[in-house]
């Protein structure tokens, strides 16, 4: 190609590495079946009750804000292509139609700087109100401006033995009665004391708890990490894995290139199952493939290759939000997470006994 072409050339493809497309995965897809059932019986609700919510618990880096987004954006499609307009436009004015609001819970956590987080995303005045004032303007704008899913993402930056983020958890499920589905998303919401409101770690009923006020109206979905222990498990990832190879654009790359010998098994030693530490080390090796002239992906490449999370700034690190990273090698020829099956290895022949 000439130079000018080449350029043009690489940084397409540059654009199309950065922005792998969002796989589903049987993970995903039970979380898909459960929020989207319940954004959509919400949303059809006349009467003035409670909406139940839903939690998404998750490890960090597994995708849960990507997928809860995705479903809320498919349903926010819907819902304008149902209606057109805004179903419930105050007359004289011009309300930004928003079915959708999408909201990081601050991370330290206080009622007030819950409700102005919210109503940043509105652009809603918040300067000098005290806490019934703001409470009053989310109220408004949620109605105002027609939002039916209030998604909050990083709720498990609260932590239960503080006073405030007790306060915060009572307003958040407050936020059930302004006719909205609120979607909380954390990580390792079970373990984080939410569901119990601070009174302990047990489960539900099995542990002989009563259930709270929380695990009443929330329905509660894990977004997992894959796992390679069983056939239907290891058929999951290497599926996967094809997606993503399809969607790579490296000159010399040939159809099997992360899907054949050991390289599933090597990418799940490097990212542990984990979707988010996959896409990153794709990407990298990607980039890497283009430089150096490599045009492929193979596992001498990818170990030249730290797995950093440079983007992680901003993250809780307390509250899990950043996974640990997985040791950069391994022994070769060995299954992740149990020992490799020899029963049908080829020893060579006989030795004689001549």
């Not at 009572?170 to 409101?197: K, Q």
């Not at 391994?330 to 080829?346: A, I, K, L, Y």
Request: charged share 25%.
């Amino acid at each position: 190609m000439p130079p000018a072409e080449k350029t043009a050339w690489d940084l397409a493809r540059a654009a199309t590495h950065a922005n792998l497309p969002l796989l589903g995965t049987p993970m995903s897809q039970v979380v898909d079946r459960l929020l989207s059932a319940r954004i959509r019986q919400n949303a059809f609700k006349v009467r003035p009750a409670t909406r139940a919510g839903v939690m998404v618990s998750g490890g960090g880096y597994q995708g849960k804000t990507e997928t809860v987004c995705e479903i809320a954006a498919v349903f926010e499609d819907s819902w304008r292509e149902l209606h057109g307009s805004h179903p419930e436009t105050v007359p004289g004015s011009r309300d930004l139609w928003a079915p959708v609001a999408y909201v990081q819970t601050p991370v330290t956590a206080k009622p007030k700087s819950t409700c102005k987080a919210i109503l940043d995303f509105y652009g809603a005045p918040t300067k000098g109100m005290d806490l019934p004032e703001l409470i009053r303007q989310v109220a408004a704008s949620l109605n105002d401006h027609g939002t039916k899913v209030l998604v909050l993402d990083d709720i498990t930056r609260l932590r239960m033995h503080r006073a405030d983020d007790q306060d915060t958890l009572d307003l958040i499920r407050a936020f059930m009665s302004m006719h909205v589905t609120l979607v909380l998303v954390g990580v390792d919401i079970p373990g984080s004391g939410l569901l119990r409101e601070g009174r302990g770690r047990g489960g539900k009923s099995v542990n002989g708890w009563e259930p709270t006020q929380t695990e009443r109206r929330f329905d509660l979905v894990e977004l997992d990490r894959f796992r390679y222990d069983t056939d239907e498990q290891i058929t999951a990832w290497t599926t996967h894995l094809a997606g993503i190879e399809n969607a790579l654009r490296l000159l010399d790359a040939r159809p099997g290139m992360l899907t054949e010998g050991r390289m599933p098994e090597y990418l799940f030693a490097r990212t542990n199952g984990v979707v988010g530490l996959l896409e990153r080390l794709i990407e990298d090796g990607s980039t890497e493939a283009i430089v150096t002239g490599t045009e492929r992906l193979t596992e001498p490449l990818l170990d030249s290759l730290p797995l950093t999370l440079a983007d992680s700034v901003g993250r809780d690190v307390a509250a899990g939000e950043v996974p640990a990273l997985p040791a950069a090698s391994r022994q070769p020829g060995t299954r992740p997470g149990r020992r490799r099956n020899t029963s049908f290895d080829d020893r060579g022949s006989a030795a004689s006994t001549a």
